[in-house]
């Protein structure tokens, strides 16, 4: 019955809310301009008249509030309009009826506005596809009829209708779920979602998902929950209404006995709820909304009435806090092999395997520059590793035993090491059945996962605990480094439960998470947040709050958006009745008369319907680049992924210093400090001149980027040390002194690099509404 209840007043409100103020208000002004040509009756006709409307309208609400089971404070509004009329007050009963018509339609509108961000997300949904049918011809089909395999066109302007990878290079506007309002460029092979717009040239796409399978039709679904689920949003109001009506019925005996029954009709009229019933649905919607703008979809007032009161957060690792898909971390060679002969053979062997690490693989050797060519008489052994012949020469990649590493060599105890330390994944490398290499993956960490950490306790949460799957070493790991407050790991879906449980004792919880085994687990916490961009169907349909951009920083952001939601709510409510307790005072000692406390009421209804819509803007501490300055945000992002290789050449040459042969190991030392000088110096400079003063700019203060620009002086310094070494070393060869002081070198130039591109990562590039990278469980 509350559904209902709230399901006829979303209704009422849009539909007949301006009507019913139309009407009256245009009865009202029939009645004064008979009252001023002096046909007196029949302007009280008109003011009855309208005064009956408003009754009749106000005791349909009451009656419906009471079918839901509860007080019902239209009462009030019926009690004022009926005592006017009683009392011969036409005039004040007609502006009455004006106040609570126009009270219905500012919150239809106030309510629209709230919720045209929502409503924008349903309205564009894909409803046709241009589809490839046998003969080669296109034909324009409904996008229902569109299935997995299906050659689809995309046109100039038109929308993406199905999940698929591109045929061809595109140019994507991915505003609608992103936020990011430059266009991408997205290249062959590349996956995209429904629901983002063709901005260039048209082009082809192999659909991987049907239309209702797919992110947008996903999103879709969401948001007709949230607009669905609407009831809860009065619960605020409601749990005032009893005593709100019991204070204003007596406020009005009270009048009537010091005053007669015109002082009580008068403390009725500023007595007429309307801020009541209309700021906290107002403030709820509005809060729905600038999250849903956010790419955060909220099922409903009563998960963000929840989501505002949580104190503690349990977030899982692999997928949410970590990109989920393994990435290269470095290359060990075996002997004269080099780095990227490996990798080539290495990712040309793994172009036809589905291991899970293979992608990974083919993607460095494509982010090296690797030329890859398609292996013959390929062989995999699940378990154990695959061979094959790359361009004439037998590779095999797999475990140590499978490609043949008898006993600990020195490069693979360092390998195995390194592995540990950093929890790495080790994949060896053998070429012509002699061991070539090993190859080191990880899971990156999101380079916004130690910022959302921060951002969530400035929001308020006290507890934040990271739960996993994953072995310890790892986990540790990586909770050290973006500073939770405990970790949880080789936990069971089953054990993640018994956690929420746990915690759910102690605090309201969420529980953020993006994989199937996480569904469970987001169930059962207070509200249950997933990563709905990349996670699974399962998690994002059980889960009270979906993310659908792939930006974990909307975490803290939806906790932020909750609260100053509710805050504004618990204001407009506490401010609208204070203001109308202090007219009701003034009213009850017979200052205020019936048709000005009217106004008066009318006065205090904008005044709150306009406060909870604040809720509609982001805050004033919200930080974000604007499109220019977004896009220098991308062009510096890049340049860190470009270098972030030669950052890890760095820390590979400094391993290999007193092992590979001394004129080996010191032209690769050349070789990375030509980098440093090439790429590397120049990057720095460009960020000092043309990124700090902007992001100074944006940040206000004195001096934002100081310590930051303090980094780029000593990066300058080390490199130039490093040149003056190598001057001094010359022809000859190093010695075993020249050989400490350049790995010192070395080592301190991996170090600075790395922490200082993390730290522009997390403080200044995660400005920007673009997509967010990853880097890497060492810090990378």
């Known amino acids: 019955m509350t559904s209902q209840r709230a399901t006829w ?111 924008g997300l349903l309205e564009r949904a894909p409803k046709l596809a241009h589809r490839y049918e046998a003969d080669g011809m296109l034909a324009t089909v409904p996008v229902e009829q569109v299935r997995p395999g299906d050659r689809l066109l995309v046109g100039t302007g038109e929308l993406v209708p199905v999940d698929g990878a591109l045929v061809v290079a595109a140019v994507l506007d991915e505003s609608a779920l992103t936020g990011e309002s430059l266009p991408v460029e997205r290249g062959a092979g590349e996956p995209v979602c429904s629901g983002v717009v063709n901005a260039g040239s048209p082009f082809d796409l192999r659909a991987t998902t049907s239309s209702a399978e797919s992110t947008y039709a996903g999103i879709v679904r969401l948001v007709s929950e949230a607009e669905s689920s609407q009831a809860p949003l009065v619960r605020l109001a409601d749990h005032y209404a009893l005593w709100f009506l019991v204070v204003a019925l007596s406020g009005a005996a009270v009048a009537w006995a010091a005053g007669g029954v015109a002082r009580a009709v008068a403390v009725l009229v500023v007595a007429t709820p309307c801020p009541l019933l209309l700021a906290a649905p107002v403030a ?48 060990f060679p075996a002997r004269s092999l080099p780095a990227d002969e490996i990798l080539s053979l290495a990712g040309s062997l793994d172009q036809v395997s589905p291991h899970v690490l293979a992608h990974g693989v083919v993607q460095a050797a494509h982010e090296h520059k690797c030329v890859l060519v398609l292996p013959d008489q390929v062989k995999e052994v699940t378990g154990q590793g695959i061979k094959g012949f790359v361009a004439g020469r037998e590779v095999s990649l797999g475990k140590a035993a499978w490609i043949g590493v008898t006993g600990s060599p020195a490069w693979a105890k360092g390998a195995r090491r390194r592995a540990r330390l950093d929890g790495s994944l080790t994949v060896f490398v053998a070429v012509d059945n002699e061991p070539a290499g090993v190859l080191l993956f990880d899971d990156p960490i999101r380079y916004d996962a130690a910022r959302t950490i921060r951002s969530l306790r400035r929001s308020g949460i006290k507890r934040i605990v990271m739960v996993s799957g994953d072995r310890l070493e790892v986990a540790e790991t990586v909770g050290a480094v973006i500073g939770v407050d405990d970790v949880l790991a080789e936990r069971s879906p089953s054990e993640k439960l018994d956690v929420v449980r746990a915690e759910r004792r102690r605090a309201p919880t969420i529980m953020v998470g993006d994989g199937i085994n996480d569904a469970p687990a987001l169930a059962l916490a207070d509200v249950g947040m997933a990563m709905g961009a990349r996670g699974s169907t399962a998690s994002s349909e059980t889960a009270d709050v979906v993310l ?233």
């Open 284 to 331: 709820l919607v509005a809060g729905l909304s600038r999250a849903a703008r956010r790419g955060v979809v909220i099922k409903g007032g009563a998960v963000l009435e929840r989501l505002a009161r949580c104190t503690t957060v349990l977030i899982d690792k692999t997928g949410t806090l970590t990109s989920g898909r393994p990435a290269l971390t470095a290359v």
């Open 9 to 119: 007043r979303s209704r009422i409100g849009p539909h007949l809310g301006w009507g019913l103020l139309i009407l009256v208000g245009a009865t009202l002004v029939l009645g004064c301009v008979l009252h001023l040509v002096g046909i007196g009756a029949g302007g009280d006709v008109a003011w009855i008249t309208a005064g009956a409307i408003g009754s009749a309208y106000a005791a349909f609400a009451m009656l419906d509030s009471l079918r839901g089971g509860n007080i019902g404070v239209d009462a009030i509004a019926v009690l004022a309009l009926l005592g006017a009329l009683l009392i011969g007050e036409y005039l004040a009963a007609a502006v009455i009826a004006v106040m609570v018509a126009s009270g219905r339609a500012l919150e239809g509108w106030a309510a629209g506005r709230a919720r045209r961000d929502l409503q």
């Open 548 to 780: 659908t951009v792939d930006h974990l920083d909307r975490v803290g952001e939806a906790v932020l958006i909750a609260r100053r939601s509710r805050d504004i709510a618990l204001q407009s409510v506490i401010a609208g009745m204070a203001m109308s307790l202090a007219a009701m005072g003034v009213a009850a000692v017979g200052l205020l008369p019936a048709v000005w406390g009217a106004i008066l009421q009318e006065g205090i209804d904008i005044a709150v319907i306009l406060n909870a819509l604040r809720a509609l803007r982001p805050t004033s501490t919200e930080i974000r680049l604007d499109d220019d300055d977004s896009e220098l945000a991308r062009r510096f992002q890049g340049e860190h992924d470009a270098i972030r290789a030669d950052i890890e050449r760095l820390r590979s040459t400094a391993d290999s210093l007193g092992v590979a042969e001394p004129a080996t190991a010191i032209n690769q030392v050349r070789e990375v400090y030509k980098l440093l000088v090439e790429e590397v110096e120049p990057h720095e400079d460009a960020e000092q001149n043309i990124l700090y003063p902007t992001i100074d700019r944006v940040l206000g203060g004195n001096d934002p980027t100081g310590p930051m620009s303090r980094g780029h002086v000593e990066i300058a310094h080390q490199i130039r040390r490093l040149g003056q070494l190598l001057d001094d070393i010359g022809t000859e060869g190093p010695d075993d002194d020249d050989i400490v002081e350049l790995r010192r070198l070395l080592y301190g130039l991996h170090a600075i690099l790395r922490l200082h591109t993390v730290q522009e990562e997390e403080s200044y590039l995660s400005l920007s509404d673009t997509g967010q990278g990853c880097r890497r469980i060492d810090g990378h």
